[in-house]
């Protein structure tokens, strides 16, 4: 009589609870193309960012006000001026020249608040409204040359020209906006350019 031998009853392990196969595999494998399109992802928003901070780099307009009371051929004069320091054009959209707070619409209303004067002196004004400045342009927006001025209204208005303010609002070309404060160092990001004053230089 032969003997059979016990069998083994030990159950074959399940391909769904394998490591490396079955759902675990599959598992793994859809987290790692989840990571894998997610790192993808962050790349390309970030170079997107990188891409249009460059863009809005190489469009940036700067503004800059300077006043002086001689011209650059050493003739003495009342200069104010309003230069583009930046490397793209700077859409003005408004502009308010103020002395001591008091808004001005014009020379002759500088004068007559700094000086008391109200007959016209020989001069140049410019005006800033809706102006484009290319980059490295500059708005000659007065010039007073000393001669024919008596030598009270010159001295008066040569010490006015430190108190008074420009503010105004300026675009890039792609939209970004800033607001300019000449008592202020840096112009300062805006969504958008806030309504204007009721009274503006040249208007």
Not at 21 to 38: E, K, N, P, T
Not at 89 to 108: C, G, K, S, V
Not at 110 to 129: A, D, P, R
Not at 141 to 147: A, D, L, M
Request: aromatic share 6%; net charge negative; hydrophobic share 40%.
């Amino acid at each position: 009589m032969i003997e059979e031998k016990p069998r083994d009853q030990t159950p074959a392990p399940s391909p769904d609870k394998a490591f490396l196969g079955g759902r675990s595999f599959d598992l793994l494998m859809g987290l790692g193309v989840l990571l894998i399109s997610a790192i993808s992802l962050w790349v390309a928003v970030s170079a997107n960012r990188t891409q249009e901070r460059m863009l809005a780099a190489s469009v940036w307009p700067s503004l800059m006000y300077g006043t002086s009371n001689v011209s650059s051929e050493g003739e003495p004069q009342i200069a104010l001026d309003l230069l583009n320091r930046g490397i793209g054009p700077a859409r003005i959209r408004w502009a308010e020249i103020t002395y001591r707070d008091r808004p001005l619409r014009n020379l002759r209303g500088l004068l007559k608040e700094c000086c008391g004067q109200t007959t016209e002196v020989g001069s140049f004004t410019s005006g800033l409204q809706r102006r484009v400045l290319g980059a490295d342009e500059w708005i000659q927006i007065v010039r007073v040359p000393r001669e024919g001025l008596p030598d009270p209204l010159w001295e008066q208005l040569d010490a006015a020209r430190h108190e008074v303010r420009l503010r105004a609002c300026f675009c890039s070309v792609l939209d970004d906006c800033w607001l300019f404060d000449s008592t202020l160092d840096d112009a300062e990001p805006a969504d958008r350019c806030p309504a204007p004053p009721p009274v503006l230089w040249g208007t």
